[in-house]
């Protein structure tokens, strides 16, 4: 009636049919006519560039979206390859330009699944002061879990001046185990809160696509730390902008007119208790917006962005400083950083072989034998230097006692000494953590001391 009333035609060779159904119904058992023809019932179709399956869900979307952003990754890093000397900050200009618009195009819906892992937090404000790690070591232990359970804490100090611990599982935990683990932990029942959040997946499809560009620009292996090579770069996670992009679409919704057909849609969902809905309260109740949820004119739209970006970013920061001081790998790293954000040497080396050079020894990302022993499951202590027997060769062995590299050493500590009073001065462990510092004015030439070393070594293992 609609097309007779205005006079539209239907190419129907052309007209599919798109069933949303849960659970395994048999799509083909509908029958569709117009024009007294059958229409083809199909399991998918795509609109505006989504790819819509008959299941309701996104798994496909974003499949989808992350073969195009690969292809737009192979054909940046190809153009990229014979142009390595390219600064860091250009790299990621055009990464964020081409790339990463490809797998958060339409990350308000892609990003969320109604399968989303069903995550438990426990926060208490009477566990006995100890660190993070020990916390979370104790209760894993006493749930008869091993360390490996997927599982992360964060410590934070509450408005009473006392302190809380947040730990995520990635797993269903028993929540009945969890409250007679209290007693045990020296706390009251009522003061152990267990909240269930549906948190968003972490994407690691887009990860990967984030963090093989990452690498790529720094010139490390594939086997680097994650942890390492966002806090040589400053750059922040998926995660982040799709959670923004989520939150910016609901609150835009709420501001619409209540007759639109959008806002009315929101408005069923809501009153349904959709998984989408609930979904976006779980983004604000866990970072501290909860009060939003509840009157959402408190803000305007970029406000509330601006301030949940940054409590994003603060809390990823602080969980980044969890998972470099608990990481051994990372230990030197750990003692090196003191502040997230972009390294200065990266914008001050051009030389892509002399940059990648200092990034290879302060995220441990070398072939040195503290590093390559890990692989071949040589004991720690047994990772013996190839030119100096019985020391092991570790970051702090090659840049300050090696005796392969004695002469380059002494040329580079001369230099440095001659346009620095303090460095004589100073200790041998605070030589090195100088000399690997990410704003050291001297990068250049510490760089070109590393690569030659490097190859050196190279040429002779």
Same mark, same amino acid.
């Given at each position: 009636?609609?097309c007779?009333?205005?006079?539209?035609?239907?190419?129907?060779?052309?007209?599919?049919?798109?069933?949303f159904?849960k659970?395994a119904?048999n799509?083909?058992?509908?029958?569709?006519?117009?024009?007294?023809k059958?229409?083809?019932?199909?399991?998918?179709y795509?609109?505006?560039?989504i790819?819509?399956?008959?299941?309701?869900?996104?798994?496909?979307?974003r499949k989808?979206?992350?073969?195009?952003?690969?292809?737009a990754?192979f054909?940046?890093?190809?153009?990229?390859?014979s142009?390595?000397?390219?600064p860091?900050?250009l790299?990621?200009?055009?990464?964020d330009k081409f790339?990463?618009?490809i797998?958060?195009?339409g990350?308000?819906?892609?990003?969320?699944?109604q399968?989303?892992?069903?995550?438990k937090?426990i926060?208490s404000?009477?566990?006995?002061?100890?660190?993070?790690?020990?916390?979370?070591s104790?209760?894993?232990k006493?749930?008869?879990?091993?360390?490996?359970?997927p599982?992360?804490i964060?410590?934070?100090?509450?408005?009473?001046?006392?302190?809380?611990y947040?730990?995520?599982?990635e797993?269903?935990?028993?929540?009945?185990?969890?409250?007679?683990?209290? =007693?045990?932990l020296?706390?009251? &029942?009522d003061n152990?809160?267990i !909240?269930?959040?549906r948190?968003?997946? /972490?994407?690691? %499809?887009?990860?990967?696509?984030?963090?093989?560009?990452?690498k790529?620009l720094?010139?490390?292996?594939?086997?680097?730390?994650?942890?390492?090579?966002?806090g040589e770069?400053?750059?922040?996670?998926?995660?982040?902008?799709?959670?923004?992009?989520?939150?910016?679409?609901?609150?835009?919704?709420?501001?619409?007119?209540?007759?639109?057909?959008?806002?009315?849609a929101?408005d069923?969902l809501?009153?349904?208790n959709?998984?989408w809905?609930n979904?976006?309260?779980?983004i604000l109740?866990?970072?501290?917006?909860?009060?939003v949820w509840?009157n959402?004119?408190l803000?305007?739209?970029?406000m509330?962005?601006?301030?949940?970006?940054?409590?994003?970013q603060?809390?990823?920061i602080?969980?980044?400083?969890?998972?470099i001081?608990n990481?051994?790998?990372? =230990?030197?790293?750990?003692?090196? &950083?003191?502040?997230?954000?972009? !390294?200065?040497?990266?914008?001050?080396? /051009?030389?892509? %072989?002399i940059?990648?050079?200092?990034?290879?020894?302060?995220?441990?990302?070398?072939?040195l034998?503290?590093e390559?022993?890990r692989?071949r499951?040589?004991?720690?202590?047994?990772?013996?230097?190839?030119?100096?027997?019985?020391e092991?060769?570790?970051?702090?062995?090659?840049?300050?006692n090696?005796s392969?590299y004695?002469?380059?050493?002494?040329?580079?500590f001369?230099f440095?000494?001659g346009c620095s009073?303090?460095?004589?001065?100073?200790?041998?462990?605070?030589?090195f953590n100088?000399?690997?510092g990410?704003?050291n004015?001297y990068?250049?030439?510490?760089?070109?001391?590393?690569k030659?070393?490097?190859?050196?070594?190279?040429s002779?293992?």
């Amino acid at each position: 009636m609609y097309c007779n009333k205005w006079k539209l035609s239907v190419n129907v060779s052309k007209t599919k049919v798109l069933v949303f159904s849960k659970g395994a119904t048999n799509i083909s058992l509908n029958k569709f006519y117009i024009y007294g023809k059958e229409i083809n019932v199909t399991d998918s179709y795509t609109y505006l560039g989504i790819p819509l399956t008959s299941s309701g869900k996104f798994k496909t979307a974003r499949k989808y979206l992350k073969t195009k952003a690969m292809r737009a990754l192979f054909k940046l890093k190809s153009l990229l390859y014979s142009e390595k000397n390219i600064p860091i900050h250009l790299g990621l200009s055009l990464f964020d330009k081409f790339v990463r618009p490809i797998f958060l195009y339409g990350a308000e819906l892609t990003c969320f699944d109604q399968t989303s892992k069903t995550v438990k937090y426990i926060v208490s404000k009477q566990i006995p002061q100890s660190s993070p790690k020990n916390v979370l070591s104790i209760l894993l232990k006493k749930l008869g879990l091993e360390d490996s359970f997927p599982a992360s804490i964060r410590k934070s100090v509450c408005s009473d001046s006392t302190h809380s611990y947040v730990i995520r599982f990635e797993k269903k935990i028993d929540k009945d185990k969890l409250l007679r683990l209290a =007693s045990d932990l020296n706390l009251e &029942k009522d003061n152990l809160v267990i !909240e269930n959040l549906r948190l968003p997946p /972490h994407i690691p %499809e887009f990860d990967i696509i984030d963090m093989n560009f990452h690498k790529f620009l720094l010139g490390v292996h594939g086997k680097s730390s994650n942890d390492g090579i966002r806090g040589e770069l400053g750059t922040f996670p998926i995660k982040i902008k799709a959670e923004i992009q989520i939150i910016k679409y609901w609150h835009r919704l709420l501001n619409l007119p209540q007759d639109t057909l959008l806002r009315e849609a929101y408005d069923v969902l809501h009153s349904g208790n959709h998984d989408w809905v609930n979904h976006v309260n779980d983004i604000l109740n866990y970072n501290g917006f909860g009060h939003v949820w509840t009157n959402p004119r408190l803000y305007q739209t970029d406000m509330l962005t601006n301030q949940l970006r940054q409590r994003l970013q603060d809390i990823y920061i602080q969980e980044w400083h969890s998972s470099i001081q608990n990481n051994s790998k990372l =230990s030197i790293y750990s003692a090196l &950083k003191t502040r997230y954000g972009q !390294e200065k040497y990266l914008a001050s080396i /051009h030389n892509f %072989e002399i940059r990648r050079s200092i990034t290879k020894i302060r995220i441990c990302s070398h072939k040195l034998n503290i590093e390559a022993g890990r692989y071949r499951k040589i004991p720690r202590d047994q990772r013996f230097c190839p030119f100096c027997p019985n020391e092991i060769e570790d970051e702090s062995h090659f840049i300050m006692n090696c005796s392969r590299y004695k002469d380059k050493r002494s040329k580079l500590f001369t230099f440095i000494s001659g346009c620095s009073n303090e460095f004589n001065a100073l200790r041998s462990v605070d030589r090195f953590n100088y000399i690997l510092g990410g704003d050291n004015p001297y990068c250049v030439q510490i760089g070109i001391f590393i690569k030659e070393c490097l190859d050196i070594r190279t040429s002779n293992v």
